[in-house]
């Protein structure tokens, strides 16, 4: 069923199973359709525009909240042909410009003829905070920096009629195991517990994986980001890589952690990179810990 307030009607298109489960949203106003978010795979994109052109009201612009192909693959089907701006923020737009074609490489090969065969880039590069109308809705974006990508973003709409609702992209999954293998754990925490405050009065989030929910998506997901590192941590004991006999480890312990929860196949995919990731902290703090340490020695001797 669809959300509604009195001025939006928010669809959600998800997609199948090979396609990750990823939703994209189609906007509903009296004058048209903003779509956030594409599809993966070319049958789930053509099942979006069709989606799209079922509501029988003109595509007035495309968003993408951060830069993964799940989220960006579907943008040339969707607006190719149409005159409409792609929006992203800065970061994003230059993150997907940057790696895209290095996913279709790794991909690709993967999905065959299901991946798409054109990318299509953001048009419109918004700063953090800046707003755009869509007819009778105002959609602000709000940069959150590397988090579960290498560059993410969330946007809030708002109507004169109704209480703003929040697009969070990946920044919150709700179901399915999350994608952890871009590395940047210990800032998604950060960024998770910034988007506490800043969303505390957002009532409805749409996330990009799973169902909506209200802000507690975002309580849910710290714990999830925590207890992976945790694991990765004892496990890996200091390593920048887990062993195979470890990965598999780790995969009994996630799954326990989230009992039946789809794509348990991304629980290995992030073991390295979270590895390494805290290896590299371990170093830093190490590294700080000796030079205080060789601060105070120091200052000890020039008492003496």
């Avoid at 959600?12 to 903003?34: I, M, R």
């Avoid at 409409?84 to 999905?111: C, F, G, L, M, S």
């Avoid at 920044?171 to 999350?178: R, V």
């Avoid at 871009?182 to 799973?210: I, K, N, Y």
């Amino acid at each position: 069923m669809p959300f509604i307030t009195s001025d939006l009607t928010v669809h959600t298109h998800a997609a199948s199973e090979p396609g990750l489960f990823v939703n994209s949203y189609l906007l509903e106003t009296a004058s048209g359709v903003v779509v956030v978010d594409t599809n993966l795979l070319v049958a789930d994109i053509a099942a979006l525009r069709a989606r799209v052109a079922a509501i029988g009201k003109p595509l007035r612009a495309v968003f993408v909240t951060h830069a993964h192909p799940d989220h960006f693959n579907g943008v040339y089907d969707l607006a190719h042909d149409r005159d409409v701006p792609v929006y992203a923020t800065t970061a994003v737009a230059k993150v997907i410009e940057d790696i895209a074609e290095a996913k279709r490489t790794q991909w690709a090969p993967v999905y065959g003829s299901q991946w798409p065969a054109q990318t299509a880039y953001p048009t419109a590069h918004l700063g953090n905070g800046q707003s755009f109308d869509i007819g009778e809705v105002t959609i602000t974006a709000h940069d959150a920096g590397p988090a579960e990508s290498h560059a993410d973003s969330y946007l809030v709409a708002t109507t004169p009629g109704g209480h703003p609702v929040g697009f969070i992209g990946d920044l919150a999954w709700h179901g399915p195991h999350a994608y952890m293998a871009d590395g940047h754990t210990s800032a998604w925490l950060a960024t998770l517990d910034q988007l506490t405050v800043e969303l505390a009065d957002v009532r409805v989030l749409f996330p990009g994986h799973g169902p909506a929910g209200d802000p507690q998506l975002l309580a849910q997901q710290r714990r999830y980001v925590l207890f992976y590192r945790e694991v990765v941590r004892r496990l890996a004991d200091g390593a920048a890589s887990l062993t195979e006999s470890a990965k598999a480890q780790l995969d009994t312990e996630l799954q326990r952690f989230l009992p039946d929860a789809p794509l348990t196949w991304m629980i290995q995919l992030g073991a390295d990179a979270v590895a390494a990731e805290l290896a590299a902290e371990l170093a830093e703090h190490g590294a700080e810990h000796g030079a205080e340490h060789g601060a105070e020695h120091g200052a000890e001797a020039g008492k003496r």
